[in-house]
């Protein structure tokens, strides 16, 4: 049975034919209520949306996991007319999408990554992945990455100085590799280069991201 919520939403529905903007915009704001709504009940969410949704509503599925550390999804459903948003049952399954998600507070804090310096690949100003090592060590730097929601361990040699113009992470499963690609567009104690980030799992797609590669206290 779904759960009717009162959300302060304000969701504007694209009219036919707009353009595909308007649309990514839509699919934006169904999601982003979709997670606001879920937020007591799931922890480390994501949200799958359709990207236009039927002709009354928006439309989700979000995962996380319980207070009890269960993976399970909500339907989510957000009238295009009205703004109120209706949230169903857990299901004891999890949708993601696949690929790369970006590393949340908890992730960062639950790795607990060691070392004297960070580096950071970010795409769109979210962590992609994170990586900390110590400087003139050769104790390997240590990093993750979370690819279609599993959280993923990674190491490189070297430490932190071999790390910081671009290398090779590597874990169970998986090759990340991080390559510099122009000079630095910030300056500062953490300048900012433009990089690729490659992921190769074992298993499915290698999945490529434009970003910028970021190391320091």
Known sequence: MFKPLVVSLLLVCPAFGSSEDAWSDFAAEVEGACLAATNGSLSEASAVVDP?????????????LTPDDDAVSMICIVDKESRAIEIGGELQIKVMEPGLQPLTADNIEGAGLTGELFCSFEANGQS???????VASDQAAEAIIKL?????????DGGYDAMTAGTVFTGAGVLAEVAVTSEATEGGESPAYPATLTVQPESGDEVVADGLWRCGP
């Open 128 to 134: 992609l992945l994170l990586a900390a090592g110590n």
């Open 148 to 156: 279609t929601a599993r959280l993923m361990s990674l190491s490189a």
């Open 52 to 64: 236009f949704g039927s002709e009354s509503y928006g439309l989700a599925i979000v995962s996380g």
